[in-house]
T-cell receptor, first 114, second 114 residues
């Protein structure tokens, strides 16, 4: 069955440091992968999505993710963390079933220290 | 930019009562969803809806739950007899007819069952 696994429920970085949030997927077919961000008391917003056109995907707010088929990974990175990046980040996959069903990883809360 | 709107933002109800959560999806979207997020936990898929019928549903979406699109704009989630464990944030989302299309989320309804 298709799923996503996020390693690390909490990640803490200093302002200006590299952000790396990990996501691994399990899928026997090309997956439809996404990263979403959730700020307090808000719904989820799309950060970026994987398309087969490119393995390195750029999203909003300086985030990017690299699709690595050999590692079944889609890790999210940002070269330099900003205080405003503190939020919950969710990796997601849309399943190849008859209908439409997107499932989310458990989420990683990013803390940014001054 | 068009957005998904949900009402009410907060709903408090007594155990055993019926509640209806309301959503207005983005007007040209064809797929609609409900998700649930219990405090501090992951975002859980409840149901997807297309062409006036349920497309997919999870094990959580039992006979106590129902969805409806009563007119051309609203999409509702009804919980017939609420339980304490139904307390959560409920998010509505909508998307285009493409598995690579992202979900657009509302800001959620916080349901508290007492």
């Amino acid at each position: 069955a298709q799923s996503v696994t996020q390693l690390g429920s909490h990640v803490s970085v200093s302002e200006g440091a590299l952000v790396l949030l990990r996501c691994n997927y399990s899928s026997s077919v090309p997956p439809y992968l996404f990263w979403y961000v959730q700020y307090p008391n808000q719904g989820l917003q799309l950060l970026l999505k994987y398309t087969s056109a490119a393995t390195l995907v750029k999203g909003i707010n300086g985030f990017e993710a690299e699709f690595k088929k050999s590692e079944t990974s889609f890790h999210l990175t940002k070269p330099s963390a900003h205080m405003s990046d503190a939020a919950e980040y969710f990796c997601a996959v849309t399943l190849n079933t008859g209908g439409f069903k997107t499932i989310f990883g458990a989420g990683t809360r990013l803390f940014v220290k001054a | 930019e068009p957005e998904v709107t949900q009402t009410p933002s907060h709903q408090v109800t007594q155990m055993g009562q019926e509640v209806i959560l309301r959503c207005v999806p983005i007007s040209n979207h064809l797929y609609f969803y409900w998700y649930r997020q219990i405090l501090g936990q992951k975002v859980e898929f409840l149901v997807s809806f297309y062409n006036n019928e349920i497309s997919e549903k999870s094990e959580i979406f039992d006979d106590q739950f129902s969805v409806e699109r009563p007119d051309g704009s609203n999409f509702t989630l009804k919980i017939r007899s609420t339980k304490l464990e139904d307390s959560a944030m409920y998010f509505c989302a909508s998307s285009d007819l493409d598995r690579n299309s992202p979900l657009h989320f509302g800001n959620g309804t916080r349901l508290t069952v007492t």
